[in-house]
């Protein structure tokens, strides 16, 4: 469809008008009414714009030309031709409506009232002008609303205000860009992008949106983006507070993780935990950063043997974002540092449905190894011995937790304990039967279980016995062969017992 540029008014002579110049102008308006009922708005602003050159003076060229700009979304021009139609008509309805609809579109339903105020003034009962009104004073309290809800942080309620604000105004930059900021603190970061560039292909320089794109980068800690952003504000509008504010901060909060980064690398753990610390209390709001910087601080914390505090802060930092996958690993590898195994595999088998990778998978399978290997005994916690320790240790420790369960010591004790003595000492016998021979306890320490390598050789009593002697008379440490009192106990039948 073919468009004929827009000829300004400011550009025809304002002369007198003559009865040719109304019968020219007059055909011109008809010729501008065909184009726009064609949908051809541009053509018909060109048609009204010609008929205004030859008669300045006709309220209704400019009502019409209004109308144009409205279908074309020009909200600010479409305005202009309303006012001045009223001007030229003070009882001109049509340009009072346009106009109050007009100021609606651009952000202000106070002054739409105002104008739908003086349609009523002139037809009180304008049926248009009553249900319009409606839909003014509705959008008046929602952005009322919204406002007070976004100073109290009440941002999602912000963004259902602006929703409703949208719904009349579809187009309303002001009202876009309201939501767009209120979207930034909800941490929907993408849609309040997108927002922007919808108002900045109309208004390539709104510094409001510019603004709101640079609030982007900076809570989805891309620093340089926003940093050149803010500043793409200032030099537009020197005096914009909230860019330069706001890029104050952000270059704090960089500069104060790079530093806690730095001290981190030099290995002053200390000092990366404090700056951190102190980082962290920059900007409570930036979520992304915050979440980074409470794993940071988790890393150092478990180097300083705050382990219970690190896991605590990537659990901070999983509240802050749920998919952040290096805080799940991080915390996992705290879990299994405390053994708290089962927790470190549910962790894992997140980061594993997050991101199904080769290395993610071997990790969850080490996890579930150590699980494993955390539900079985813990024979070297049974005798009390270091992980690498030799044949004569394992045989002093087993010596020394074989007579301390012995169950004759606790011969004279409750039922209850002397049950729980020796089950004590049956483990204790187990423990001994499997690392003091080299392949069980090759195989223990690779993870098979007792029943896989054939279970214990011998009666623990037995074992003792052969190993410490106590038949025959023979005494060792204190004990002393002699009947057992009470005749019902298990190791009864073994004819032999100990004496403390």
């Known amino acids: 469809m073919a468009t004929a540029a827009v000829v300004e008014p400011m550009d025809c002579a304002a002369s007198v008008v003559s009865c040719g110049s109304e019968d020219l102008a007059d055909e011109l308006r008809k010729k501008g009414n065909s184009s726009f009922q064609q949908h051809d708005y541009r053509s018909a602003i060109d048609y009204y714009t010609q008929a205004l050159c030859h008669n300045p003076r006709c309220a209704a060229y400019y009502g019409n030309r209004s109308a144009a700009y409205m279908m074309l979304e020009d909200y600010s021009r479409a305005l202009d031709d309303s006012i001045a139609s009223i001007k030229l008509d003070e009882l001109f309805t049509k340009g009072y409506l346009r106009a109050a609809k007009c100021h609606l579109m651009l952000g202000n339903p106070s002054l739409s009232l105002d104008f739908y105020e003086k349609v009523l003034n002139v037809e009180p009962k304008n049926q248009q002008a009553l249900e319009e009104m409606q839909v003014s004073n509705s959008v008046k309290t929602h952005l009322t609303k919204a406002i007070f809800d976004s100073q109290r942080g009440e941002h999602r309620d912000a963004v259902f205000r602006m929703d409703q604000c949208l719904n009349a105004a579809p187009s309303c930059t002001l009202f876009k860009i309201i939501k ?36 982007c980068f900076y809570y989805q800690d891309i620093p340089d983006k926003a940093t050149q952003f803010f500043q793409e504000v200032l030099r537009v509008d020197p005096d914009h507070v909230k860019s330069r504010t706001a890029i104050k901060r952000s270059k704090l909060l960089l500069a104060k993780k790079e530093e806690g980064n730095n001290f981190f690398k030099s290995g002053n753990n200390q000092a990366a935990y404090d700056t951190y610390s102190e980082a962290l209390s920059i900007d409570p709001k930036n979520i992304s950063t915050n979440a980074k910087l409470l794993c940071n601080r988790a890393l150092v914390g478990s180097k300083l043997g705050k382990v219970d505090q690190a896991v605590d802060d990537c659990t901070k930092a999983l509240e802050m974002d749920p998919k952040y996958i290096r805080a799940l690993q991080r915390r996992a590898s705290f879990y299994q540092s405390i053994d708290k195994h089962d927790e470190a595999v549910r962790d894992f088998e997140q980061v594993f449905k997050i991101e199904h990778t080769v290395e993610n998978q071997e990790a969850l399978q080490e996890a579930k190894h150590k699980l494993k290997l955390s539900k079985r005994k813990d024979y070297y916690k049974l005798l009390e011995v270091d992980k690498n320790a030799s044949q004569d240790e394992i045989k002093r420790g087993y010596r020394k937790a074989a007579m301390k369960h012995h169950p ?80 019902g106990h298990p190791f009864a039948s073994q004819g032999f017992t100990f004496n403390f």
Do not use: W
Not at 182 to 206: I, K, P, Y
């Open 180 to 215: 767009a900021e209120a979207l930034v603190m909800c941490s929907r970061c993408e849609e309040a992008h997108q927002l922007c560039n919808e108002v900045l292909r109309v208004d390539a320089h709104n510094v409001d949106a510019i603004y709101v794109k640079a609030l």
């Open 408 to 487: 004759d010591r606790h011969v004279d004790a409750e039922p209850e304990v002397r049950e729980k003595e020796e089950q004590i000492f049956k483990q204790v016998s187990e423990a001994y039967s499997v690392l003091s021979d080299p392949k069980k306890k090759n195989r223990y320490d690779n993870g098979y279980d007792l029943e896989e390598m054939g279970g214990m050789d011998m009666d623990p009593t037995i074992l003792f016995s052969n190993l410490f002697g106590g038949m025959g008379g023979m005494g060792m440490d204190g004990f002393t062969s002699g009947r057992r009192r009470g005749n």
